[in-house]
């Protein structure tokens, strides 16, 4: 599960995607830690099949959804199944996106730390690539239409297996796809077995360091979240 992220500001996504000022997003500014249903950026092709950042609710919400409440843990999907669960089936098919990121945070279940109030807790990472500092999460939208009539771009990132250098902290990860592999991923025409080939060459040059557990709280948001803490 992938919880928490760091993600780029509005100038950096422009450089990394070549996206004029047109198409990104004055709104955009970068978060060292993102939550669920907070609203973030996502990458998709617009009507001419160039990529495009636009405002999507983390947390994602299927076109058919009736209930009066929204739907809760949709924030992540598991790559395994998103092709055939009704939640995800939709999106998996026709509309993925892409989740920019800097890297993202993990807990470490078998290792305890303390909390600014001395509550043993579990150790938090901070996992990034130390080639590149622009990560892409392959991703699935969804556009629904409120109560107000209104419709709301959602998202859900989806998780894979855990690369080797970082299992030790936990088993599952996002799939973070490489730069040659955007274009098909945004593509609506890829068949289900283009999907998954997609998903399966995920990228593993991933590295880890612990940092401070005042990223537990989803009120901090600052850059020393992501510093290196010497002795966990």
Known sequence: MCGRYVSPDEAAMERYWHIGAR???RWIQRIYNVA???TVPIVLNNDDGSPEVVPARWGLIPGWWKKPSLPTLTFNARSEEA?????????????????????????????????PSGRKVKQPYYIHSPDDSMLAFAALWSSWQGPDGQPVLSCALLTTEAAPTIHAIHNRMPVVLAPEQFNPW?????SSEQVGEALAM??????SYPVSTEVNNTRNDYPELVQH???P
């Open 202 to 207: 995920a990228r593993q040059d991933l590295t």
């Open 83 to 115: 092709a055939v669960k009704p939640m995800w089936r939709h999106s998996y098919r026709t509309q993925r996106c892409l989740m920019p990121a800097q890297g993202w945070y993990e807990w470490n279940a078998k290792e305890q730390a303390r909390s």
């Open 229 to 231: 803490l010497s002795e």
């Open 23 to 25: 198409n990104s997003g």
């Open 36 to 38: 669920p249903t907070m």
């Open 186 to 190: 945004l593509s609506s025409n890829l």
